[in-house]
């Protein structure tokens, strides 16, 4: 396993997190898709189209792949425990706040509602896929 170190004692799992993360990206991409969720996704770019919402998500995924292993390298805990808290702050910095602001809907930040819960639950699977994938690949 290719890895790299902050200091002497900080394993850094680069492929791990990254190939964790896209495969927690596909399994939240389908919940997403089941929902009608990706042409929100691709309205952060000015597109309606799933096709460039899954894109726009799985681009995502691969930028939190890298962010995930620092986060997993980090706090040095079990790679589950680590993806599923994760996958809760994913979810409360981004769908629950930052995306309604930046969708133009600041009322909407901050709004537990079922949508939320739906989001909530999507980021916990994403986040319990990704470390799933990461244990197994750091044995």
């Given at each position: ?17 990254i ?20 042409p929100?996704?691709a ?9 460039v ?18 986060f ?24 629950f ?16 509602n079922?949508g ?14 990704t470390?799933i ?7």
């Amino acid at each position: 396993m290719t890895e790299t170190y902050a200091d002497s004692k900080t394993p850094f799992y680069w492929k791990a997190g990254i190939v964790g993360s896209l495969i927690g990206g596909v399994v939240f991409g389908m919940l997403m898709a089941v929902m009608g969720m990706l042409p929100l996704i691709a309205g952060l770019i000015g597109s309606e189209s799933s096709t460039v919402g899954f894109i726009t998500h799985m681009a995502i995924s691969f930028i939190f792949g890298i962010t995930f292993t620092i986060f997993a390298g980090v706090t040095k805990w079990n790679g589950i425990v680590s993806g599923v808290v994760y996958g809760f702050i994913l979810w409360f910095l981004f769908p629950f706040i930052l995306m309604p602001i930046m969708m133009g809907s600041i009322e909407m930040a901050f709004q537990f509602n079922s949508g939320n819960l739906l989001s909530l639950i999507g980021h916990l699977m994403y986040g319990l896929t990704t470390g799933i994938v990461y244990k197994i690949m750091t044995r």
